[in-house]
């Protein structure tokens, strides 16, 4: 597959159409199929010693979509976190 993933991420809201479509053709009523989180990682082919883990944010298992609970993970110190963390809600509601 040619292309960045990175650089298309904005266009994957399709994808549930799609996906939703093939449900309905097995006989499944799923009511949606959004993107549920997002993972962002380097190469480690290409990296030297200490690679960095992967940074994650996606929503939290177990939690009905409506309560807006997420969960993020990565490589960050708490207050870059917290910073980066504080972008993805701007982006999110802006």
């Known amino acids: 597959m040619d292309g960045e993933l990175g650089d298309q991420l904005?266009?994957?809201s399709f994808l549930n159409d799609l996906i939703?479509?093939?449900?309905?053709?097995y006989g499944m009523t799923t009511q949606s199929f959004p993107a549920f989180g997002f993972k962002l990682n380097t190469d480690a082919t290409v990296e030297?010693?200490?690679i960095p883990s992967e940074f994650g944010f996606e929503r939290r298992i177990g939690q009905p979509f409506s309560s807006s609970i997420y969960a993020s993970w990565g490589p960050?110190?708490?207050?870059?976190?917290?910073?980066?963390?504080?972008?993805?809600?701007?982006?999110?509601?802006?």
């Open 10 to 12: 904005v266009k994957v």
């Open 20 to 25: 939703m479509s093939k449900f309905k053709i």
């Open 48 to 50: 030297t010693v200490p």
């Open 76 to 94: 960050l110190r708490t207050q870059d976190h917290l910073e980066v963390l504080t972008a993805i809600e701007t982006m999110m509601t802006g």
